[in-house]
T-cell receptor, first 113, second 117 residues
Framework: DAGVTQSPTHLIKTRGQQVTLRCSPK?????VSWYQQALGQGPQFIFQ???????QRGNFPDRFSGHQFPNYSSELNVNALLLGDSALYLC????????????FGPGTRLTVL | AQKITQTQPGMFVQEKEAVTLDCTYD???????LFWYKQPSSGEMIFLIY??????QNATEGRYSLNFQKARKSANLVISASQLGDSAMYFC??????????????FGRGTSLIVHP
């Protein structure tokens, strides 16, 4: 049973560019959330998708947008990258019997130069 | 105000000994859930244990147990018989609102645990 997968694992971009990160949820899960984790901090909630719609959103600007596909996989898009967007981006999924517990992917480490 | 407080930025423990990682929380909801996650240097957040606010017994998962003291709003993680592989960051997190609903989880700042041989 595959867990949550994310791609790519590492990414280097320059200021002003755009980036797309991808996530496939754990089998049987239908809800996907994205988090940003800066060095030395806990994860900060970006947004959550369920049934292809954004259900909840944290305190992040509109430069951060997302999408969920019919197969429950999801993308996180960040436009007009800033140096401060450098972080580990984590995807988490939940659903099924233990509906409250989120399972995380390995993350994508984004560096903005 | 912080919803999840982890007051220990770093902890050290000898291999095979037990260690307690502290977590206090702040919520006015009657229904909530508390989670602990482990994050090794590789970055992946690994789910360890969950406690619902209405659960009467403390949660246990193998060597992990959650010392839930509702009146004190604390949810400490106890790791018994520490192993070298337990060295990692540990995060406490909270879900507010009814189980199964949509929620925005809140994470603490984490505690770094180092296990010495």
């Amino acid at each position: 049973d595959a867990g949550v997968t994310q791609s790519p694992t590492h990414l280097i971009k320059t200021r002003g560019q755009q980036v797309t990160l991808r996530c496939s949820p754990k089998s049987g899960h239908d809800t996907v959330s994205w988090y940003q984790q800066a060095l030395g901090q806990g994860p900060q909630f970006i947004f959550q998708y369920y049934e292809e719609e954004e259900r909840q959103r944290g305190n992040f600007p509109d430069r951060f947008s997302g999408h969920q596909f019919p197969n429950y996989s999801s993308e996180l898009n960040v436009n007009a990258l800033l140096l401060g967007d450098s972080a580990l981006y984590l995807c988490a999924s939940r659903g099924g019997a233990r509906t409250d517990t989120q399972y995380f992917g390995p993350g994508t480490r984004l560096t903005v130069l | 105000a912080q919803k999840i407080t982890q007051t220990q930025p770093g902890m050290f423990v000898q291999e095979k000994e037990a260690v307690t990682l502290d977590c206090t929380y702040d919520t006015s909801d009657q229904s909530y859930g508390l989670f602990w996650y482990k994050q090794p240097s590789s970055g992946e957040m690994i789910f360890l244990i969950y406690q619902g606010s209405y659960d009467e017994q403390n949660a246990t998962e193998g060597r992990y147990s959650l010392n839930f003291q509702k009146a004190r709003k604390s949810a400490n993680l106890v790791i018994s018989a520490s192993q070298l592989g337990d060295s990692a960051m540990y995060f406490c997190a909270m879900r507010e609102g009814p189980s199964g609903g949509s929620y925005i989880p809140t994470f603490g700042r984490g505690t770094s645990l180092i296990v010495h041989p």
